[in-house]
């Protein structure tokens, strides 16, 4: 199964409707939108659990079924639909629907061939314990209206094989692997990834335990007991079957790894993007060494080397009861600063912010704004989540300082915050963008590009010490770019980039942990999306500045760019410089007449 594109973000998405004024909905717009539904039956047909979390309607109890044809009849039903899309798409004359049926043909092509090239290289592996937690989360959330939470129950019930009709999902899974675990031709997953995700498993089924218990859901009991013997024989099956097929070597076949960078935005070939970034991380690192020096000085810190200096920092660690309102006064520390230098239209709401569960932290360790549904928001608002610990595969904590002190606070809230994530889905929905735009053209670069951008446009306005925690993480976006691929493609070991990252960019043992795993098994390919939407929006505004010249106003460019939605870095700059920029270099020159 490849619905990755058909609406399944690991950005957090942050919306809002009834904080800002009803926008009529253009005309297009709904054309567009009727034409988005061909594809969002798909995906609601062979994963409702992710079209329900996005705000279809209809789909809250239903879930996700594995005949051993699932496949098969995923790639007829996105065929028949690009079919469609083309018929559509050859008689339609406003250019910006248009584009939008390019847009979902586009993700339709994709989706098959993702689904073809898992065929052709990877056993299928599905990690039950995760996907089961996952759907219950998606219902089990103060934001979902308490009507729509019982769905919950009825999902765990049909999971299990509890509900007439439906066998348990555990034998559905084994049964869709073994099917094609004797191809001794395919490859097996990753084996730390599999033992890991054994390791996490009853992480993720006392969570569930415990969101029947905080949602007061009854009745839920008996269905988890059985989930619980359920998921422990699919385990077994996972050591006795899929172990002994795991491969040591964490690599993508190179035809997977270059299909999830181009999925996820980047369009700069490997080699180009690995030369700049590299050059951009010694640039960097010159940038903190002029910083550190200031900031020590004014610290009293013994040692001027920004490793020291960072390491200095995150010793004033604060935890516990203090880090909730931290966090909440940073975030009015950075309203201020947008507020007075009129860097975004921030909306008159207050951002939401809290710790993530252990469960939560297994599912992702890193911090992310957790999304509401995206589609029929009705003032769901995206949250700010803050792991708090990573543990490894052995159960231990690996240990996790880099965002519990005060100068790491800064440029972390405005990348999951504001003006980073948060503004940019509040701003969809202000604008009442077309589907395609928001989610068949959703990728990587433009949603953490933005974010890193956002960093940036705040950074000269925070104390040094933020600042040089801004240049930090900056560090390490630039390492994602090289190390990823680097790893994926054979050229450097987990050990060299264990030692950038804890040694050159100063990580934790915990946060370099888990992001090795994110370049080698979590998410290949996602990680140098942040470096790539950074420079393509740096060379979108140097373009417009320059246009421009003295008519530029940064408020309004930003604004322009969050309301086109999630437009890849080809289709964002035709749309800023065609719908923004040379329309106000004609008005300055009519005025200047």
Known sequence: MNLRRLGSFTVALCLAVSAFAETATPEWVKRSNAN???LLDVLARFSPESAARLGVDGYDAEITQLPLDIDARNIAALEDAIKKLDAKRATETDPAVREDLQILIDAAKDNIEGQRLQDKYRVPYINLSLVVFGSMRSLLDDQVAAE????ALVRLKKYT???GGFTPITTQAMAYTRARLA????????KDKLEKDLANSDRYMAGIELLFKKYSI??????LAELRKQISAYNDFLRAEMLPRATTDFRLPEELYLYSLKTRGIDMPVEELTSRAKTSFREIQNEMRVIAPMVAKAKGFTSSDYRDVIRDLKK???AGPAILPHYEQRIKDLEAIIRDNAIITLPNRPAQFRLASEAETAAQPAPNMQPPRLLGNTGERGTFVLPLRVIGADGKDLGYDDF???AASWTLTAHEGRPGHELQFASIIEHGISTARVLFAGNSVNTEGWALYAEAEVKPYEPLDGQLIALQHRLLRAARAFLDPSLQLGRMTRDEAYRVLENDVVLSKGMATQEVERYTFNAPGQAPSYYVGYVRLMELRTDAERMLGKNFDRQSYHDYILAQGLLPPALLHD????GYVKPRVAAAAKNAQ
């Open 148 to 151: 729509r939470r019982p769905a």
């Open 36 to 38: 988005a539904q061909i």
């Open 218 to 223: 009854a009745g839920y009991e008996a269905p």
């Open 575 to 578: 749309a800023v410089i065609n």
């Open 404 to 406: 519990t002190f005060e």
């Open 183 to 190: 191809n001794r031709a395919l490859i097996g997953p990753f």
């Open 316 to 318: 004033q660690q604060f």
């Open 161 to 163: 094989g509890l509900q």
